[in-house]
């Protein structure tokens, strides 16, 4: 509610500023005397009115009330008086128009949202991140991150660079908190390391403190409002203030920045100067994320071109790492690279919701033209008197285009206030907090307004030209022929064309999501606690008696110590391996588990050959070794007992035994295929960021806070912290969920939509047909059979839309599907389903219709004749 | 008349400033409005007329100081200007005169 209340008056303040502080200010204290009276929720839908009454204002601010529209006004008038004297007409064509508005309104909301990511900054058309592509014949090895010595390198090199910044994030790992005033500390995300130039590169909102070069000296530290309320209480008691992180540095605040938008491909909390206890040659060395200004007019083609010769100055190896430039705004949206610093959206999500939202609009457009066209039948007799009375055809052809002009405008003001409404439910299916400020402005409106009268021109053009283009001798000589039959069922069959393709294709997207997600991944997640063990350095030392001490309770299973989380790729190490003796033709490239003993127990997963790690042989923790089936499989390992692999230098150089093969399971994500992987048992801890605990779920509450008083009588300093990894899990795929939700609602939303002027549509056809039907009655036709015959014609329309359309759909979801590693094959019943949708409504609504029709006395309408 | 003539609305909004002395800004402009006509008005008709009824030179505004209860806004406080209250007195009088004047059923 308050967020809606501060977007209202940002709408104010950007259309009418000189008198936004005044009014603004009425708005504000009739709110809160309002919520004092009639609670939150009645003042906000008074606000809502009477900002809604300073439309006017608004507009006269903005210079239209020079406009004079006196020429219309009794043309306005006019309308009016036709649309509240047929209410039925008006609210079925107005509810189709306001729902497909609304809904196409928060689709673009969202695609805006997802559009614009990084574009808030400055110079974001001249900032590129520097990757690194490590991609060769063998494997696919795209990163996002790259070692600090490269983005200093190339703006010394090339001229057409202007500056850098290097960013290191923690790595996934959070961050304990302290600071001078509070010493119970709380983990934190988003603590990242940068260059001074960061503040230069990229804007930051400023509050307090030193906006120039804030973080130029070692130990200093920005923070957000966030962090600086949570801990200092307030933006201006924060500078000057020390912030301590995990027990090890200091840190003075310098500066206070805004939370950063919420379209920015990486979120900050706090940033550190990267000078802080650092030399220059560790910073080069350190992995992190490049990003270099352009100067103005420098292309970055050009550099890519330029970078091969530089990294081969550089680099003394056979496979070369493919340096290039990607710019700053395609990097949310087009990026499919590895060590992302947040996950990434979706392109082709993005695409399927721009489809959507163009095929509501269009359903409900066509709605419209139907409709009107049906009732524009209705009226031939009125223009009829008109042209004999001597009206032009242009003034009739003013009026009925006015008329859906009216009816558009209201629509669409319906859809704007409705879904200013709805912004708080969108943003919360959604998931993510939307800045709406650059949304609503001047020339957004305009666009709007452009719209209103393209689509109330469009869907009022046709009806209009063919209502008024009658002879008026053929309006009263004989009953009308209903319109050129066949514009009106090319447009139906259209509308029944876009339903179907929308409904097959978010049952395929549906299925396909349901599919990913309910995927056996191999891993049983339930009753799995994950505690992360970051910077638990008693716990590291002694984690055996941390074990055997938590090992005893009974609720407690099973526990082992790992590297990184199935799917937190950007922990997994990489490296090398052959058979013993085989040669480095065979090199194989794996990923890496470091763990623990009883890690395949606690994960649940299932060795296919031989046998998990045990503490009764000795050479468990230096010389053997797990592999996954499929690095089994590329290595060609079928005999255990005689079975060793060489592990290459970035792997110690070690001769291993396999002792096992596991079933596969998904460790990374299911975006991507399983890889050969490699299951370390390693007896140091240093590597070790995860503690994975099976718990017996029966006494939860015990069990929980057990394992709290064992972690706090190892490490008193910090706080506990834990969570299941199903809901780990579940957490990795809410984009998926969300666009689920979406796709969803918006489906329904458009089959109403469509039934809705299928109504409309059956209405005027049928009514054309009143007199056959009452003629038939006479000679001997019963309803069942009037039935068949009204109904066949549409039950032939959606036929005829269904050929047309499968074929598209086929295709456009084969190749959406093809995105996915692991995916659904397009099963035709998708198809019958998606047509019996269609058919079950559209039959009901008819079939209503034609009994209404066919049980009417013959009597009462064939005595007018 | 003519050219100075003020509609019902605007005479009303100027009627309730002349009330209110120092005190008028939109809310309680708004409030008088209300108890003593028991019609509401929208604070964005309120806020067109003001606008109207200052760019003709019939009242005057100024900023004053922010409260709490607008959210640290100011208040923005109208007063007639001297060809405001001409213009409303000659309102009047027109219309007394012509009450006057009405012919009274036998």
């Given at each position: 509610m308050e967020r809606l209340k501060r977007l209202l008056f940002r709408i104010i303040e950007k259309l009418a500023p000189e008198i936004a502080e005044n009014v603004k200010g009425d708005l504000e204290e009739l709110y809160q005397r309002a919520s004092e009276s009639k609670g939150k929720l009645g003042a906000t839908v008074l606000l809502v009115i009477e900002f809604i009454t300073c439309f006017k204002l608004i507009l006269n601010h903005n210079g239209f009330n020079k406009i004079k529209l006196t020429p219309f006004t009794t043309d306005v008038k006019?309308?009016?008086?036709?649309?509240?004297?047929?209410?039925?007409?008006?609210?079925?064509?107005?509810?189709?128009?306001?729902?497909?508005?609304?809904?196409?309104?928060?689709?673009?909301?969202?695609?805006?949202?997802?559009?614009?990511?990084?574009?808030?900054?400055?110079?974001?058309?001249?900032?590129?991140?520097?990757?690194?592509?490590?991609?060769?014949?063998?494997?696919?090895?795209?990163?996002?991150?790259?070692?600090?010595?490269?983005?200093?390198?190339?703006?010394?090199?090339?001229?057409?660079?202007?500056?850098?910044?290097?960013?290191?994030?923690?790595?996934?790992?959070?961050?304990?908190?302290?600071?001078?005033?509070?010493?119970?500390?709380?983990?934190?995300?988003?603590?990242?390391?940068?260059?001074?130039?960061?503040?230069?590169?990229?804007?930051?909102e400023w509050l307090v403190g030193d906006r120039e070069n804030p973080i130029a000296k070692p130990n200093s530290i920005i923070i957000n409002e966030e962090i600086a309320v949570k801990y200092f209480g307030g933006v201006d008691n924060a500078i000057g203030n020390v912030i301590n992180r995990d027990n090890e540095t200091d840190y003075i605040v310098t500066a206070v920045f805004k939370n950063m938008p919420s379209t920015s491909h990486f979120h900050a909390q706090m940033i550190a100067s990267i000078m802080t206890g650092t030399t220059e040659e560790e910073r080069d060395k350190f992995w992190n994320y490049s990003?270099?200004?352009?100067?103005?007019?420098?292309?970055?083609?050009?550099?890519?071109?330029?970078?091969?010769?530089?990294?081969?100055?550089?680099?003394?190896?056979?496979?070369?790492?493919?340096?290039?430039?990607?710019?700053?705004?395609?990097?949310?949206?087009?990026?499919?690279?590895?060590?992302?610093?947040?996950?990434?959206?979706?392109?082709?999500?993005?695409?399927?919701?721009?489809?959507?939202?163009?095929?509501?609009?269009?359903?409900?457009?066509?709605?419209?033209?139907?409709?009107?066209?049906?009732?524009?039948?209705?009226?031939?007799?009125?223009?009829?008197?008109?042209?004999?009375?001597?009206?032009?055809?242009?003034?009739?052809?003013?009026?009925?285009?006015?008329?859906?002009?009216?009816?558009?405008?209201?629509?669409?003001?319906?859809?704007?206030?409705?879904?200013?409404?709805?912004?708080?439910?969108?943003?919360?299916?959604?998931?993510?907090?939307?800045?709406?400020?650059?949304?609503?402005?001047?020339?957004?409106?305009?666009?709007?307004?452009?719209?209103?009268?393209?689509?109330?021109?469009?869907?009022?053009?046709?009806?209009?030209?063919?209502?008024?283009?009658?002879?008026?001798?053929?309006?009263?000589?004989?009953?009308?022929?209903g319109g050129r039959p066949f514009i009106r069922k090319a447009l139906s069959v259209i509308q029944f064309m876009m339903s179907i393709a929308l409904i097959a294709g978010s049952i395929t997207?549906?299925?396909?999501?349901?599919?990913?997600?309910?995927?056996?991944?191999?891993?049983?997640?339930?009753?799995?606690?994950?505690?992360?063990?970051?910077?638990?350095?008693?716990?590291?030392?002694?984690?055996?008696?941390?074990?055997?001490?938590?090992?005893?309770?009974?609720?407690?299973?099973?526990?082992?110590?790992?590297?990184?989380?199935?799917?937190?790729?950007?922990?997994?190490?990489?490296?090398?391996?052959?058979?013993?003796?085989?040669?480095?033709?065979?090199?194989?490239?794996?990923?890496?588990?470091?763990?623990?003993?009883?890690?395949?127990?606690?994960?649940?997963?299932?060795?296919?050959?031989?046998?998990?790690?045990?503490?009764?042989?000795?050479?468990?923790?230096?010389?053997?070794?797990?592999?996954?089936?499929?690095?089994?499989?590329?290595?060609?390992?079928?005999?255990?007992?005689?079975?060793?692999?060489?592990?290459?230098?970035?792997?110690?150089?070690?001769?291993?035994?396999?002792?096992?093969?596991?079933?596969?399971?998904?460790?990374?994500?299911?975006?991507?295929?399983?890889?050969?992987?490699?299951?370390?048992?390693?007896?140091?801890?240093?590597?070790?960021?995860?503690?994975?605990?099976?718990?017996?779920?029966?006494?939860?509450?015990?069990?929980?806070?057990?394992?709290?008083?064992?972690?706090?009588?190892?490490?008193?300093?910090?706080?506990?912290?834990?969570?299941?990894?199903?809901?780990?899990?579940?957490?990795?795929?809410?984009?998926?969920?969300t666009a689920m939700k979406l796709l969803i609602i918006f489906t329904f939303l458009a089959i109403f939509i469509a039934c809705l002027g299928l109504f409309g549509l059956a209405t005027y056809v049928l009514q054309n047909r009143q007199k056959e039907v009452s003629v038939r009655k006479v000679l001997g036709a019963s309803v069942g059979q009037l039935w068949l015959l009204l109904t066949r014609e549409f039950v032939w329309l959606i036929l005829i839309s269904f050929f047309l359309v499968s074929p598209l759909v086929y295709y456009l979801m084969e190749n959406w599907l093809s995105d996915f590693a692991y995916r659904i094959d397009i099963d035709p019943l998708i198809f019958l389903f998606s047509i019996l949708i269609v058919l079950v409504p559209a039959l009901f609504s008819v079939s209503f219709k034609s009994m209404e029709i066919a049980k009417v006395n013959p009597k009462d309408v064939l005595s007018g004749d | 008349m003519g050219k100075n003539y003020l509609g019902e609305f605007e005479e009303l909004i100027m009627l309730a400033i002349g009330v209110l002395g120092d005190n008028a800004y939109g809310v309680s402009i708004k409030d008088e409005m209300q108890t003593r006509t028991k019609k509401k008005p929208s604070i964005g008709a309120l806020h067109t007329a003001l606008q109207r009824l200052e760019n003709k030179g019939l009242v005057e505004s100024w900023e004053g100081g922010a409260t709490n209860e607008r959210g640290g806004r100011k208040k923005r406080f109208y007063k007639l200007t001297i060809f405001g209250l001409k213009s409303l007195t000659q309102a009047h009088e027109t219309r007394n005169e012509m009450f006057s004047l009405i012919v009274k059923p036998a």
């Open positions: 006019m309308s009016w008086r036709v649309l509240v004297k047929n209410p039925s007409y008006s609210v079925v064509s107005l509810l189709g128009l306001t729902l497909g508005l609304t809904a196409s309104l928060m689709i673009f909301i969202y695609v805006h949202n997802e559009l614009n990511y990084d574009r808030h900054h400055q110079k974001a058309n001249r900032i590129y991140r520097l990757v690194y592509d490590l991609t060769d014949r063998s494997e696919n090895l795209p990163w996002a991150i790259i070692t600090g010595k490269w983005a200093p390198m190339i703006t010394d090199q090339y001229s057409e660079v202007e500056n850098f910044v290097r960013i290191t994030p923690t790595w996934g790992s959070k961050s304990l908190i302290k600071t001078n005033q509070i010493n119970t500390g709380f983990y934190e995300e988003g603590f990242m390391w940068a260059d001074s130039t960061f503040t230069s590169i990229f804007d930051l990003y270099v200004v352009l100067k103005d007019g420098a292309k970055p083609d050009h550099l890519n071109k330029l970078f091969p010769k530089l990294v081969s100055q550089h680099i003394d190896s056979a496979t070369l790492p493919r340096l290039y430039l990607q710019p700053l705004t395609s990097i949310y949206l087009d990026s499919q690279l590895m060590y992302e610093f947040e996950p990434v959206g979706n392109k082709s999500t993005v695409r399927i919701f721009i489809g959507v939202g163009f095929f509501i609009l269009f359903i409900a457009c066509i709605n419209f033209i139907n409709l009107s066209t049906a009732y524009g039948a209705k009226r031939t007799k009125e223009i009829g008197i008109k042209k004999v009375l001597g009206a032009h055809r242009f003034s009739l052809l003013k009026q009925l285009v006015l008329e859906s002009a009216l009816i558009t405008m209201i629509g669409i003001g319906f859809a704007v206030v409705l879904s200013i409404l709805l912004f708080p439910y969108t943003e919360a299916l959604i998931g993510k907090q939307l800045d709406l400020s650059h949304l609503y402005t001047l020339n957004n409106i305009a666009i709007l307004l452009g719209f209103v009268f393209l689509i109330g021109f469009l869907s009022g053009a046709y009806p209009a030209l063919y209502v008024s283009s009658h002879k008026p001798v053929n309006i009263f000589a004989k009953a009308s022929s997207v549906y299925k396909q999501l349901q599919y990913f997600q309910s995927k056996d991944t191999g891993i049983q997640p339930e009753q799995v606690l994950v505690v992360p063990l970051d910077y638990a350095q008693n716990i590291k030392k002694d984690h055996h008696g941390f074990k055997a001490e938590l090992e005893q309770h009974s609720g407690i299973k099973s526990i082992s110590l790992m590297s990184s989380l199935p799917g937190e790729l950007i922990r997994m190490w990489v490296g090398d391996i052959r058979l013993l003796h085989g040669t480095d033709e065979d090199k194989l490239r794996v990923k890496i588990f470091d763990s623990d003993y009883d890690f395949i127990e606690t994960l649940g997963l299932q060795i296919v050959k031989g046998r998990d790690y045990s503490r009764d042989y000795a050479t468990d923790t230096t010389r053997a070794v797990l592999i996954n089936e499929t690095a089994a499989k590329a290595l060609g390992i079928t005999n255990l007992d005689t079975t060793s692999i060489y592990t290459y230098s970035n792997l110690q150089n070690k001769e291993l035994k396999v002792i096992g093969i596991v079933k596969d399971f998904h460790f990374a994500s299911l975006h991507n295929i399983i890889e050969p992987l490699v299951i370390y048992n390693r007896a140091e801890t240093d590597n070790k960021t995860k503690m994975v605990v099976r718990i017996d779920t029966k006494d939860l509450y015990n069990t929980l806070s057990y394992i709290e008083e064992t972690w706090g009588s190892y490490e008193p300093d910090r706080t506990f912290e834990s969570y299941f990894l199903d809901a780990y899990f579940q957490s990795k795929y809410t984009k998926e969920q | -």
